[in-house]
């Protein structure tokens, strides 16, 4: 009786330890899963692409990866996003969507911003010294008192923009959309802005020396008293322009269309004038 009872009883024991060995790897296994499973999560949320159409960063994710030594955001979407005060030089954001963007007093010295979008963003004070916004738009943008000495904003689009105070020293221009900018007292001497459109824009004051503005729209622009003594006009749209007064010492306006442009007291010694 007593053997059959210990016999049952060890049996009783081998039961329940599979049991609890099976509940032991039912929980490993669960646990196991949930640990994957929160693992994936976490690094979903580390490994936010850095650039590619339609990726997104906040100004503080971009500004920790770079700090990382990230430098390509291209084509990523920044819009609205607050970068002020950043240092940001050499940063490719070729094509990056900046969109109403706050960049004022943001550091992008050699920057890359070819073909970006910088509609109406602020970029008051911003630090672009050779930085490349080929084929920008920055249509409506605030560029007050901007650093864009050595600066390629050829065929950007500027329509709009708010261009007071901007140093733009040695500055390309080539085929630059400024239609209606606001250039008043602006230093332009020595930029180039071959086949840019200038109509409607406000050049009260500045100062267009040894300019290159062959093939320029500036039909209808008032440059009385302008001084654009040696800059190139070559085949430049100067029909009813407002010259009086402007010094044209050395201008070569060869091939220009001067149709009803008014050139009461204009100085143009030296100049080279279109042929009859």
Sequence with gaps: MNEVSSHEHQKLMEVNTVKIQEETFA???????????????????QSTPKSGLNATLTGLDLKRDYDQGERNFSQIDLAQENLVWMDLSGVNLSQANLQQAK??????KGAKLREANLQGANLRAVDLKNADLCGANLQGADLKRADLINTNLSGADLSGANLTDVIFEKVNLRE?????????????????????DLSEANLNGARLQEAQLSQANLSGLDMTHLNLSGANLRQANLSEAQLSQAQLYGTDLRGANLDEAILDQAKLAGAKLPQP
Excluded: C, P, V
């Excluded at 196991?32 to 499973?37: A, Q, S, V």
């Design 27 to 45: 929980f490993s296994m669960h646990s196991k899963t949930i640990l994957t499973e929160i693992e994936g999560r976490g690094n979903s949320e």
């Design 176 to 196: 630059a959309n400024l239609r209606g900018a606001n250039l008043q007292g602006l230093d332009l001497s020595e930029a180039d802005l071959t086949g840019a």
């Design 103 to 108: 960049l004022s007093a943001a550091t992008l």
